[in-house]
């Protein structure tokens, strides 16, 4: 697997932004264009090197047991770091083995006083790492860091050509970002168009994740000394998955540190602490059905309201959602589907507990239930969505046995 | 458990010191005197927080059930931080508990300092953290930064009352650190004998906590703290020093670095081996003070490991080969456990080397050693109880005899 050229001009996709671009050549004959759009005042940090470029082939190398070659030189211990990625991957996914890199080697140099960034998509996450580096923030929450410039990304959660989603979340996280007196700025890239060459299965949930996040933090490298990502599942209840404390913090340098941020809480905690956080209360977005407000009826909506009620924040946060869709009913149709949510119901329930919500402990329970029995039902009918000529049949099936009040995004 | 008070005075035990100890509650009566001697010239870097008490407690504390209280401020990320450790711990010795932790809580605040330091034992570890730390350096070894001092902790390895095992070993390391034109600190602590979890949990729980206190003692000095791992990623399991716990020892100004997992011990020692301070100072036996006594498990897996480089000339300084045998490393007693992994790797090392006369001993030594664990793990029992103490000992002894085995410096 080669990367060839690597070169910077303005983007005719994206008025007002520069682009780098660079092409990846594997298997012979196939290639593929990525490219990555900045704003034009950060052309200046743009990398150089081929850290960048390494973090976004080696789900695909990997995939395809292909070694990499880079022409670009590749900072030392990210090198080093490489090879524990692609050890715990291993260790993760049998069939993954590791794979050579051949390329120059840059070292250590003193560098001179860069930048901290967080990436910010507006959900419970970004505003649970934010609220914490503030320092001396009014709002009495301790500050464990501080943050000069939230990072968005188009091309991740919505799609790179999804323009009207994406700018409207943008706008509203602009003005969050104003607010908050921090620098904002989008990244736009098509790396998740690659996706589609890679052979594994979920590749983007289980794998790719934290090499995308580290794609487009080295992307900007000569600016930042570290970059927050917010964690997804807390210590003590790890799994393997694409975001982690152990691989994530493996894409640094040795000038940027990537930060996994916020793993020593629960989901519920976290929630807890941004209900604290005024700059949150209108801004908040969780929705991945929508692009500039919370529809306040798919799975995620829901799950972030039930914990906001559960913790008794319903009525601070009640400009954040249609709270008129929310009844403590419809949670006993909430679906349980992953181990992910599994634990997330758990904490849930916890809290509900504690805080004497028992309508919401006896509706968890219940959806608990219910989905023990519709697990192996909805898994048979994503087969059968997948199969030749009855995929009609597995997509109604699917329909049907997730119909309810909440949707399932 | 509590802390009651802190003193910062001249040290009586360690001349040219200054001691810092405090005193802490624990139990209904309990009461511990926890102290740290650091050369006087680190005075002005001594911590003024809770940082460094409150890690020193923790494994304590989570295996009475103790809630932690003190009146010193504790760093906002590092109270975070130690929830995750407490989750982690949790999860991997169910028997521990998640406890409580009261005290002020400290902001973030702009960080002071750059320097860095990197744990010194004279290992593979500690030349591997130091080699990748030279920034151009004329072996042709990639900086993946740069170290300004090295610690040596007297009291983990060897006893802290122990004068006539430090101070040979500490001679040779200090004259080691100035060779590499590094600054050499010396920090001795009574931690390990006042508090038993660090003695009877040092391997599996409590090794990166201690070592974490230290470098915490001295925050104000750093802006980074770098100790050697043990198992590389791909093979992790529970253990005291790991790369998701150490870190977490870290506060919003100083970062506890666990370095160089991504490589196995095989890989580590080729790229020491580069340096020549390595060739000349090596030390990586626990049995003797100053010298390697090459006939212990730790000088026997180095020196397999350096046979399979082709490195045994480079290293005739520092271990005495004139005892080393394939039949020995056949011999070699490695355990039923973790330990199996570094072997596992010098296997694969020697075949991609097509040293097949090696892979064929370490193959015999890894059967032997699989045969032999459960039997020596049922003896190490005995010993524990009472009565049948003296059996056990005969037992293990009878099950070893012949088998080039761990040895320590008893603490």
């Known amino acids: ?409 | 458990m509590e802390l009651l008070s802190t003193q910062v005075e001249p040290s009586i035990e360690t001349p040219g010191n200054i001691r810092c100890s405090a005193r802490i509650r624990w139990g209904l009566t309990g009461e511990l005197s926890l102290w740290v001697d650091v050369p006087e010239a680190c005075t002005k870097s001594l911590s003024e927080t809770g940082n460094p008490w409150l890690v020193a407690m923790l494994p304590m504390a989570a295996s009475l059930g103790e809630d932690i209280e003190l009146s010193l401020p504790v760093d906002a990320l590092l109270l975070e931080n130690v929830r995750g450790v407490m989750k982690i711990w949790k999860e991997w010795y169910p028997e521990l508990h998640s406890v409580d932790i009261r005290c002020p809580v400290k902001g973030y605040a702009e960080p002071k300092s750059t320097r860095t330091a990197t744990f010194f034992s004279g290992g593979v570890d500690s030349y591997f953290s130091i080699a990748r730390r030279m920034p151009q350096n004329p072996h042709g070894i990639p900086a993946v930064g740069k170290v300004d001092d090295l610690l040596t902790v007297w009291g983990f390895d060897v006893g802290v009352s122990d004068e006539a095992q430090f101070r040979p070993l500490v001679g040779m390391l200090s004259e080691s650190a100035q060779r590499l034109a590094l600054n050499h600190i010396i920090v001795r602590t009574n931690l390990r004998e006042v508090m038993p979890i660090y003695r009877k949990q040092w391997g599996p729980l409590t090794h990166g906590a201690g070592l974490a206190f230290i470098g915490l003692m001295l925050e104000r000095r750093y802006g980074e703290i770098v100790l050697g791992s043990t198992y590389p990623y791909g093979v992790l399991s529970p253990w005291g020093s790991h790369p998701l716990v150490d870190l977490l020892f870290s506060t919003s100004g100083v970062t506890i670095v666990h370095d160089g997992a991504a490589m196995t011990r095989i890989g580590k020692t080729e790229l020491a081996a580069r340096l020549p301070e390595t060739r000349r100072s090596l030390h990586v036996c626990q049995a003797a003070g100053l010298h390697n006594c090459s006939r212990c498990e730790k000088c026997y897996r180095t020196m397999i490991a350096l046979d399979i480089l082709g490195l045994k000339e480079a290293f005739n300084a520092v271990f005495d080969w004139s005892d080393y045998t394939l039949l020995k490393v056949s011999k070699v007693y490695v355990g039923g456990g973790l330990q199996q992994i570094f072997y596992k790797e010098m296997i694969s090392a020697a075949q991609v080397r097509g040293r097949e006369d090696v892979v064929k001993a370490l193959r015999y030594s890894s059967r032997r050693s699989g045969r032999l664990a459960p039997f020596v793990g049922f003896a190490e029992q005995l010993v524990k109880r009472p009565i049948v103490w003296r059996l056990g000992i005969a037992l293990r002894r009878w099950l070893l005899s012949g088998s080039i085995q761990k040895e320590y410096i008893a603490l």
């Open chain 1, 1 to 409: 697997m080669k990367f060839l050229k690597n070169s910077a001009l303005s983007s005719s996709d994206s008025p007002g932004y520069v682009r780098s671009v660079g092409k990846i050549y594997w298997a012979d004959e196939k290639e593929f264009c990525l490219w990555v759009d900045v704003p034009e005042a950060y052309a200046e940090f743009l990398s150089e090197s081929g850290n960048a470029w390494l973090a976004a082939m080696l789900p695909l190398a990997l995939s395809i047991g292909e070694d990499i070659e880079i022409g670009l030189s590749v900072d030392a211990l990210l090198l080093e770091n490489v090879r524990g990625v692609m050890a715990i991957w291993h260790e993760w996914y049998p069939e993954l083995k590791p794979i050579n890199i051949h390329c120059p080697i840059k070292t250590w140099e003193p560098t001179p006083v860069k930048k901290n960034a967080a990436f910010f998509s507006g959900g419970i996450d970004s505003y649970f790492t934010i609220a914490r580096r503030i320092p001396g923030n009014k709002y009495d929450i301790p500050a464990v860091d501080k943050v000069d410039d939230l990072i968005t990304v188009w091309g991740f959660d919505v799609k790179v050509r999804e323009k009207n989603q994406f700018f409207q979340l943008e706008k509203m996280l602009k003005k969050s970002a104003e607010c908050l007196g921090l620098n904002h700025l989008s990244i736009r890239t098509n790396l998740r168009d690659l996706e589609a060459h890679i052979p594994f299965n979920d590749m983007w949930r289980r794998l790719g994740q934290c090499a995308g996040l580290g794609f487009v933090s080295l992307v900007l490298e000569k600016r930042y000394k570290k970059i927050s990502l917010g964690s997804t599942k807390a210590f003590g209840n790890l799994t393997p998955w694409g975001t982690h404390p152990l691989v994530d913090a493996l894409f640094s340098t040795s000038s940027l540190e990537i930060d996994h941020d916020g793993a020593s809480f629960t989901r519920d905690q976290k929630t807890d602490l941004v209900a604290k956080f005024p700059p949150a209360h209108t801004a908040l977005h969780v929705c991945f059905a929508e692009g500039g407000y919370n529809c306040s009826q798919c799975d995620k909506c829901y799950r972030t309201m039930m914990t906001f009620d559960a913790l008794g924040h319903r009525e601070t946060m009640k400009s954040a959602f249609d709270w008129s869709k929310y009844d403590v009913k419809n949670i006993e149709k909430f679906f349980i589907k992953s181990q992910g949510d599994e634990i997330y119901g758990s904490d849930i329930t916890g809290v509900a507990k504690l805080n004497g919500r028992e309508d919401i402990v006896r509706a968890l329970c219940y959806a608990s239930r219910r989905s023990i029995v519709l697990r192996p039902l909805v898994k048979f009918s994503e087969w059968l969505s997948s199969a030749p000529f009855i995929w009609r049949l597995g997509v109604r099936l699917n329909q049907l046995l997730l119909k309810g009040p909440i949707r399932k995004i």
